[in-house]
């Protein structure tokens, strides 16, 4: 079945008329068109979706505060008294080939502190590693 579409009278007879199977090609292109532009945005919001989900599960997961683990059998645990600093213990339970700032390093890090600030009460674990 063939249509014939006529349009205005001031245009070329070349260009005024149409057959239905262009028409329908055209109108199959639009709509194909229309389907993978609806694909893509939904495949856009997809992976939005799992970035953004991905991202506040490493946030969460990297923020969760940080557990120091117990003591071992050769590790001493060491509490705080008031005027103590992170520098006088460390002095006073090093090796003495050790220097001390190495001391206090592996005490910070063994204790999870982000400071050496310290305070009156507050226990310590020695690694063995400065333990004479």
Do not use: C
């Amino acid at each position: 079945m063939v249509q014939s579409w006529v349009l205005g009278s001031n245009t070329s007879p070349a260009a005024s008329v149409r057959t239905g199977a262009s028409f329908k090609a055209k109108s199959d292109t639009a709509a194909s068109s229309g389907n993978r532009w609806r694909m893509a945005r939904m495949i856009f919001f997809a992976l939005a979706f799992v970035l953004l989900f991905t991202g506040f599960t490493f946030m969460r997961t990297f923020a969760s505060q940080q557990h120091v683990q117990p003591a071992s059998v050769t590790e001493r645990i060491i509490s705080v008294d008031a005027g103590d600093t992170l520098w006088t213990l460390a002095a006073s339970v090093k090796k003495a080939s050790m220097d001390t700032r190495e001391a206090v390093y592996e005490l910070q890090k063994r204790n999870g502190l982000k400071s050496v600030a310290l305070t009156s009460g507050q226990v310590l674990i020695v690694p063995d590693s400065i333990l004479p």
